[in-house]
Every structure is written in C-alpha cells, then in structure tokens.
C-alpha cells in the first residue's frame, strides 16, 4: 500500500487536496466517518489532516504506528495531544499565519460595533423604536487598547488600529516583542492604563481562566473586552459580574468557555448555566459562533499555509 497515504477527518478548501496529490500523496476522504471506523483504519496512514472534529489524544495516536504528521488547518492545536505526538515522533503542524488577518479584521469590527452600540440600535429599530439617546456611543480616538498575547492575531489587530488616534499596548510573556505598531508593557502596567482588552492568547494550563474576578479587579479603568482567541481564557461568571457591576463597559466574544472540546456548540449542556444565559440576552455582548478567523480568503489562507509546510518538510 502507498506508504504516503493521508486522511483528512474534516473538510478543507480543494486546493489542499490538489496540492498534496500533486506532491505525490493519495488523499483519503472521512468528513463524515464516524471516530470508531477511523481508529480501525488508522493504521494505514503517514498524515492526518483535521479542523476540531474530535481531539486527537493518545488513544487515537497509538493506533496509527505508520503516523508522521497530524496537520491542524487551524490557529491552534489543543484539541491536539501534541506532547505525546511529539515523544512518538509524530510532527504537529498548526496554521496560524493563515486566518490572522481574518481574525484582526473581526476584533476591530466587533470593538467599533460594541462602542457604537451598533446592534442594540438594529434591533431598536427593528421593534420600531427611535431612541437615539439611549443609543449614543463612545469615540476609539484617545484610547488605550490592550492586547494580551502579540503573536499573529495579536500583531494584525495592532496593524489594524493603526489608522486610529489611539495608543496600543501589549502584554506577552515573550520578551523584546515591541514593534512599530505597540508597545510592550508589563501585565500590570497593562491594566492600568487599558481602556479595551483584546485577548489572542493560546490555550494553555498557564491561559485557562485568566481573566477572571481578580484580573478584572485589577483592571484600573472600565474597558471594553474582546475575545477571539479561546473561550477557557475567561471565566464567564466573573465576566458577567463585570458587566453587570459596569466595569466591562461591554463584551464581543467569538469563543466561549462552554464550547465543546472540539470548538462546536455551546448548546449542549440542557442544564445551561445562568451565565451563559445572561451573554444571550444582555444588550452589553456581542456574539459571533467562532467564525473570527472563517472567512473566504482564510480558508483558502490556512489550506496554502498547511500544503507549503508539508511540502517544506518533504514527508
């Protein structure tokens, strides 16, 4: 059997197909096959490629003996046990160079939204309502936005604000980051002077539930808060206390805390927290299904971004 054999789990843009056949790989389909069909045929395969149907762990990656490479076409790779991957010798390829212009774009749409309070006067009107008033908003000019984490989303956000009066500041626990386009700060310093805060962090054991009551506390100034990066970042129920006591002056979220670990729905639970609830249906919060980095030019984006590095590697 060729010994160069790859299965994609879930769909991608043509072109990654093409290009790995063209490289001299043969491509098997199984957007729609079910996880205990895949383990029993894994041991076929030289590659995966996958988006976030499932998690690949040490169960799934110890029936693949012939595995070199598990391609994520995607920003990050927690749904990826990448320590075990890596002690059996398997390369883990990420694609975060692909999206991150998409994911600037929507951070920046998503804090013009929330300080205009531009869907709360949509839906005003659409009740037949004129209450202009109530619908006044706040300028970005004289502002100090925050970015925690100035790796590629981070750094587009930055070159998106830079057609704005405004300072841009950045926290990273990577040194000497600082560009033309911010400046690198302490975490304190960070949270004194921020008025909005852009998370673009990965998950980690060191990034899950950072932002929670004491972080806000901590904040100097009412801010405006995005997150685009991952859900576990944040503890929703601090959030919503920040909203509600009007130390978030408002919230656009694109992940959240109760997405499932393969980045799907956060209606699963029946017994949906209270917090949750409350993001649903508060005028403060704008939502999006964590499509911030799903555009059409990302998705061509991140299938290039994937083939040029199997290529490089020459698998």
Do not use: C
């Not at 300080?115 to 008033?133: C, D, F, T, V, Y």
């Not at 600082?178 to 909005?196: C, F, M, P, T, W």
Request: charged share 25%; aromatic share 8%; glycine share 8%.
């Amino acid at each position: 059997m060729n010994s160069k054999l790859i299965l994609h789990i879930d769909e991608n843009h043509p072109l990654l197909i093409k290009g790995l056949e063209e490289l001299g790989f043969k491509n098997h389909i199984a957007y729609n096959m079910p996880l205990e069909k895949i383990l029993i045929d894994l041991h076929h395969y030289s590659g995966i490629v996958i988006r976030s149907r499932f998690p690949i762990d040490k169960k799934f990656i110890d029936q693949a003996p012939k595995l070199k490479f598990i391609a994520r076409v995607g920003a990050g790779l927690e749904n990826i046990d990448v320590k075990y991957a890596h002690f059996k010798n398997i390369s883990t390829i990420a694609a975060p160079e692909g999206n991150r212009n998409a994911v600037g774009e929507q951070s920046l749409g998503m804090l013009l939204s929330l300080m205009n309070k531009l869907h709360q006067a949509h839906s005003s009107i659409e009740r037949g309502e004129w209450h202009r008033e109530k619908y006044r908003g706040w300028e970005l000019e004289g502002k100090t936005v925050g970015i925690i984490g100035y790796g590629n989303t981070g750094k587009s956000f930055a070159k998106k604000l830079q057609g704005f009066d405004v300072k841009v500041i950045f926290h990273d626990i990577k040194t000497h980051l600082g560009d033309e386009n911010a400046q690198q700060v302490s975490l304190k310093e960070l949270q004194n002077r921020a008025n909005i805060l852009s998370l673009h962090i990965p998950q980690s054991v060191e990034t899950n539930g950072m932002i929670d009551r004491k972080f806000i506390a901590q904040m100097k100034n009412p801010f405006w808060f995005l997150n685009t990066a991952r859900g576990k970042a944040v503890v929703t129920s601090a959030l919503v206390e920040g909203l509600i006591s009007g130390k978030i002056l408002g919230a656009g979220l694109d992940v959240f805390e109760y997405e499932s670990a393969s980045f799907h729905s956060i209606f699963n639970d029946r017994n949906r927290p209270k917090s949750l609830d409350y993001l649903l249906t508060s005028e403060k919060v704008l939502l999006s299904p964590h499509v911030a980095g799903w555009t059409f030019e990302s998705h061509l984006k991140l299938a290039q971004t994937i083939l040029d590095k199997i290529a490089a590697e020459k698998y």
